[in-house]
């Protein structure tokens, strides 16, 4: 009896380590390793209307591989963008502060040192330093100031221009959703075949639109070349300065003082003080300023709730009526026909969030963010506040803003119902937000380098290789014991 016991446990022993041992190589190596030491970089996105932080942290020992860069923590800087401290520079730096002391908390003191710190600042920075570099310099020299002061390995405070804030949102985008090379479970590298997403990123001064082409690029300033894990890329992108929501709504607002006695895109019933400099202050609004204002004056602005009038002042925004190549999307700007799939984020993502979210509305389709756009434009401002209670300063401007993304999107970039339903409005790939900033990071630390990183799991692979087999020995040797077994106690019983 015991005998027999024993002689089945041992190939019962057998099999369930031989499926157990399948079962483990079926799991991603990445899952069962220990965690390495990780290292860490922190970017600061000083966008035109609030500054943002980002940390991001990393294996150690795989700086060169793909997807394993991910985000640690981030902050909101409370006030404005830095920009909005043109006339009391120090202002700028000393906001920081509260970011960077979470920063010196989220990264283990043992790492401050060498994590490479970068600010990067975009078209609200690219404005102050259109109207007066003087003082862009003097806020630049003012946060530069402040973040010497921490202990992190602060690697410069720039602009970045629309071209780079374009290509390294695509970058984010297409890196967080592995686009480019992609980690097997067998341990090695592939690249999946399912195409670049472009990218659209909506900011407060600025707007950006990224995408892969094979179409030759007419205008040199619109294509950008890179290599990236051994592969090349050819992409187009444009980066609109101007055509920020911020900026648009100042343009907006600008042309209902000089058309209208009210504003069509505000709700009935809403009106408000509108001082003059925050209109013509900008140099997004030099065209629309009159000669002489006095900047102090306020004007009052009430709304009137027009769909079709409001449409009519957001299409002033566009110029259609010239195009020195074979294809414009507007303002003379060449633009290939948008092709592939795309992620739209930011401000992109805020106003369809709202429509979708806050006020129900469908708009999977053109047609219904048509409809949509009207729908909300035709709200008076107490349906408004009915509707979408809890949303603050921003209310009033929804109809602005969704009647803008609608007509960028459609007339502006060309997107027809087809290539629209081929965008996602989201914000976030995983726990990462998409943004230029991780793109920025990365190409500044070498962290995607111009080849393949290779077989580089060789080693891994044949011992993978190894361990497959003798798992695999072990459970038919489990079988074959067994079916011995079954066949001398047949024989046995037999007798
Ligand atoms: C990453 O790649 C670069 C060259 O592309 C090389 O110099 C560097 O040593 C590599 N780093 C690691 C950790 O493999
Ligand atoms: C400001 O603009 C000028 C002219 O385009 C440029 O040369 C300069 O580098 C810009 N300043 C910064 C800090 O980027
Ligand atoms: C400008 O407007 C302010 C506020 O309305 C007023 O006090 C001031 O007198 C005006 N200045 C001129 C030159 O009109
Ligand atoms: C559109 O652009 C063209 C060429 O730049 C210019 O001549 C025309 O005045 C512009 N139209 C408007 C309405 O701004
Ligand atoms: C706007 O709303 C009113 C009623 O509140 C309605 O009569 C009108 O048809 C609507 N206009 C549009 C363009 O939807
Ligand atoms: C990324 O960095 C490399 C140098 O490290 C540079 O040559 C390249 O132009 C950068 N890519 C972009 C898009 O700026």
Same mark, same amino acid.
């Given at each position: 009896?015991?005998?027999k016991v024993l002689s089945l446990l041992l190939p019962l022993l057998l099999a369930a380590v031989g499926l157990a041992g399948l079962l483990l190589l079926c799991i991603p190596t990445r899952d069962v390793r220990e965690p390495p030491a990780l290292k860490y970089g922190i970017v600061l996105d000083a966008g035109s209307s609030h500054t943002s932080m980002f940390i991001y942290k990393w294996p150690a020992d795989k700086e060169n591989d793909t997807g394993i860069v991910g985000q640690h923590s981030s902050c909101n800087v409370h006030g404005g963008g830095i920009s909005s401290y043109a006339d009391n520079p120090s202002g700028a730096g000393q906001s920081l502060v509260k970011c960077l002391d979470q920063a010196l908390r989220d990264v283990p003191k043992e790492r401050h040192v060498g994590t490479p710190l970068y600010l990067g600042a975009t078209a609200g920075m690219r404005l102050l330093n259109l109207t007066s570099p003087e003082a862009s310099a003097n806020v630049l020299a003012a946060v530069t100031q402040t973040l010497?002061?921490?202990?992190?390995?602060?690697?410069?405070?720039?602009?970045?221009?629309?071209?780079?804030?374009?290509?390294?949102?695509?970058?984010?985008?297409?890196?967080?959703?592995?686009?480019?090379?992609?980690?097997?479970?067998?341990?090695?590298?592939?690249?999946?075949?399912?195409?670049?997403?472009?990218?659209?990123?909506?900011?407060?001064?600025?707007?950006?639109?990224?995408?892969?082409?094979?179409?030759?690029?007419?205008?040199?300033?619109?294509?950008?070349?890179?290599?990236?894990?051994?592969?090349?890329?050819?992409?187009?992108?444009?980066?609109?300065?101007?055509?920020?929501?911020?900026?648009?709504?100042?343009?907006?607002?600008?042309?209902?003082?000089?058309?209208?006695?009210?504003?069509?895109?505000?709700?009935?019933?809403?009106?408000?003080?509108?001082?003059?400099?925050?209109?013509?202050?900008?140099?997004?609004?030099?065209?629309?300023?009159?000669?002489?204002?006095?900047?102090?004056?306020?004007?009052?602005?009430?709304?009137?709730?027009?769909?079709?009038?409001?449409?009519?002042?957001?299409?002033?925004?566009?110029?259609?009526?010239?195009?020195?190549?074979?294809?414009?999307?507007?303002?003379?700007?060449?633009?290939?026909?948008?092709?592939?799939?795309?992620?739209?984020?930011?401000?992109?993502?805020?106003?369809?969030?709202?429509?979708?979210?806050?006020?129900?509305?469908?708009?999977?389709?053109?047609?219904?963010?048509?409809?949509?756009?009207?729908?909300?434009?035709?709200?008076?401002?107490?349906?408004?506040?009915?509707?979408?209670?809890?949303?603050?300063?921003?209310?009033?401007?929804?109809?602005?803003?969704?009647?803008?993304?609608?007509?960028?999107?459609?007339?502006?970039?060309?997107?027809?119902?087809?290539? %629209? !339903? /081929?965008?996602?409005?989201?914000?976030?790939?995983?726990? $990462?937000?998409?943004?230029? &900033? *991780?793109?920025?990071? =990365?190409?500044?630390?070498?962290?995607?380098?111009?080849?393949?990183?290779?077989?580089?799991?060789?080693?891994? %692979? !044949? /011992?993978?290789?190894?361990?497959?087999?003798?798992?695999? $020995?072990?459970?038919?040797? &489990? *079988?074959?014991?067994? =079916?011995?077994?079954?066949?001398?106690?047949?024989?046995?019983?037999?007798?």
């Amino acid at each position: 009896m015991a005998r027999k016991v024993l002689s089945l446990l041992l190939p019962l022993l057998l099999a369930a380590v031989g499926l157990a041992g399948l079962l483990l190589l079926c799991i991603p190596t990445r899952d069962v390793r220990e965690p390495p030491a990780l290292k860490y970089g922190i970017v600061l996105d000083a966008g035109s209307s609030h500054t943002s932080m980002f940390i991001y942290k990393w294996p150690a020992d795989k700086e060169n591989d793909t997807g394993i860069v991910g985000q640690h923590s981030s902050c909101n800087v409370h006030g404005g963008g830095i920009s909005s401290y043109a006339d009391n520079p120090s202002g700028a730096g000393q906001s920081l502060v509260k970011c960077l002391d979470q920063a010196l908390r989220d990264v283990p003191k043992e790492r401050h040192v060498g994590t490479p710190l970068y600010l990067g600042a975009t078209a609200g920075m690219r404005l102050l330093n259109l109207t007066s570099p003087e003082a862009s310099a003097n806020v630049l020299a003012a946060v530069t100031q402040t973040l010497t002061q921490y202990p992190f390995d602060f690697r410069g405070a720039r602009i970045l221009s629309g071209q780079e804030e374009g290509v390294f949102g695509w970058v984010t985008a297409n890196y967080l959703l592995e686009n480019f090379i992609k980690y097997g479970w067998v341990g090695r590298w592939f690249r999946p075949r399912k195409g670049m997403l472009g990218a659209m990123d909506l900011g407060g001064a600025s707007t950006q639109i990224t995408f892969e082409t094979a179409s030759p690029a007419e205008d040199p300033a619109n294509e950008v070349q890179l290599r990236l894990y051994g592969q090349h890329y050819r992409v187009y992108t444009h980066s609109f300065l101007c055509y920020g929501t911020d900026q648009v709504l100042k343009r907006l607002l600008a042309g209902a003082l000089q058309t209208h006695s009210s504003h069509p895109c505000w709700p009935k019933g809403y009106f408000t003080q509108v001082q003059l400099q925050d209109v013509y202050g900008s140099p997004c609004t030099a065209a629309q300023r009159p000669p002489t204002f006095n900047s102090s004056a306020k004007v009052s602005v009430s709304g009137s709730s027009d769909p079709a009038l409001c449409r009519s002042l957001v299409l002033r925004l566009f110029n259609f009526s010239s195009c020195g190549f074979s294809r414009c999307s507007f303002n003379g700007i060449f633009q290939p026909p948008v092709a592939g799939n795309f992620i739209a984020f930011s401000a992109f993502f805020y106003t369809m969030d709202f429509l979708t979210t806050v006020m129900g509305l469908p708009v999977a389709t053109l047609r219904q963010l048509e409809a949509a756009v009207v729908t909300i434009c035709n709200q008076t401002w107490s349906e408004l506040q009915a509707r979408a209670p809890g949303e603050g300063a921003h209310l009033p401007n929804y109809c602005a803003a969704a009647t803008f993304v609608q007509q960028l999107l459609s007339r502006g970039y060309g997107f027809d119902e087809r290539g %629209f !339903s /081929s965008v996602t409005f989201q914000k976030k790939a995983g726990d $990462a937000a998409v943004g230029w &900033a *991780l793109g920025y990071m =990365l190409n500044l630390t070498n962290l995607i380098p111009a080849d393949p990183p290779g077989l580089r799991k060789g080693t891994n %692979f !044949s /011992s993978w290789v190894v361990l497959l087999l003798l798992f695999a $020995a072990m459970l038919v040797a &489990a *079988l074959v014991l067994l =079916l011995r077994q079954a066949r001398s106690a047949k024989s046995a019983s037999a007798i």
